[in-house]
């Protein structure tokens, strides 16, 4: 009879015992390389991306979203652990992958917090036999050999809860293949499997580039691999219904930085910083109020703060000191009334930018202004047809307007935009007389220098030459150097 009672007091046990665990949804981040709001539910044209649209209107969509970075790796940096690149010393494009260098204490990736707390993780490639990500870590610190653990839909599927990471692969330049180093990599853009659905006749690139069939061109590639991007995600979406997963899972979709073009990736305007953001609550998770089925919000954001939401998601506490923030579920935080980001050296190309980007104004600050946007970056010389057009149209003299002042070999000091009436970052309003806009530039000046102060912004420590070279010395193996650049040196 003793045995028996005790036998029975171990099963309540066990029984309460499980009952207490808590209940956690799966998660899934889809990554969408290099893009803005170039997407359907944003009013982007020339496009189609019905699944992306359709999760919008099953979900919450963003529009205030903005990027740490306007570059993969320090972007990814950030939003993996947590804190801004500028504070871990990850703000280097492809720094410290081979050097020992130890995130600083208390900052750890995203994957090792949900794996603590019972999750599989994965950076997943394939589903059954459909390619749907690169993955792709790109991360400016040793990664180590456990950041995921498995890159197998199928064993995240049969293990709950599972986080899974797919990083798209259509909107980014294949640089291993020397014959298309031009050409995103894409598998389905329209061209093979159906007519194209942007065409070089019908787009209007913005303002801030010449009118020519080349530019046109170029738009209408990069259009088209932006629709490759939503049969990916057709594809994911598809699965989590097939595997019966779609009702327990939690459905991220956002850009990890600003648009492939020349004045996007690499530069400190919205378009090389402005992210889509979708999430999409299951039936099972029931969302926030703020997360209702076709919400949209113009919330304030940085990129950085999908890593708080994301724990919160989990249920799994904001640890002490990280810089993301919460903002859906009961733990949100107050929202943030600016967004600062950064960009520094990126493989050859020395540089510190600094940006703030309030509801209304972007401010920039150009720590080094001699380092212009016609300064060398072979990667882009080889890859945007578009860079060397607007050399060739500079030197015959045929280059005019915003086109021109792009091609200025300096930068301004200070750059300030009123996006109201310049969405494309075109009027520089830094030396205006206007007491409003002089006012915007003193408060965001202000808010620039408490955010570094504040974050211990590290971009003010420069890297020794001897750590910059090698990457000139790449980048001249992978693409030559043009002979207008060696003319000059």
Known sequence: MFLRLLSISVVIAWASSAAAEPQRPNIVWIIGENLCHDLGCYGAKHVATPNLDRLAAEGVRYTNVFATAPVCSASRSAFMVGMYQTTTDTHQARSHRDDGYQLPGGARPITYRLRDAGYLTGNVVKIGDE??????????????????????????????????????????MDIYDRQTWRKPRVEWVGEREHEPIAKPEDVTPPPYYPDHKIVREEWARFLNSVSGIDRRVGAILS???????????????????????PRGIHWCYDSGLRVPLIIRYPKNFPPPADARPGTVSDRMLSLLDVTATTLEMAGIAKPAGMQSQIFLGPNAESARTVVVSARDRIDESVQRIRTVRDPRYRYIRNFLPEQGFTRLNRYKEKCFLIMPLMRELKARGEL????????????????????????????????????????ALGRLRDELERWMKKTGDRGSLPEPQEIVAPFEKEMHDWFGTPEWYRAGR
Do not use: C, M
């Not at 610190?141 to 293990?159: H, M």
């Open 131 to 172: 390619v749907v990500g690169t993955g792709k870590v790109d991360l400016n610190f040793d990664v180590g050999p456990k950041l995921y653990d498995t890159a197998e839909w199928s064993r995240l599927i049969a293990q709950r809860p599972f986080f899974a990471q797919v990083n798209t692969p259509e909107v980014e």
């Open 400 to 439: 005019h307007g915003p086109p021109l002042a792009l091609l200025q070999d300096r930068l301004p000091p200070e750059e300030l935009y009123d996006l109201e009436t310049d969405p494309y970052e075109i009027r520089n309003l830094a030396t205006s007389n206007d007491p409003v806009h002089q006012a």
């Open 239 to 261: 699965a989590l219904d097939r595997d019966d997963a779609a009702d327990d899972t939690i459905v991220v979709f956002f850009g990890d930085n600003g648009r492939l073009e």
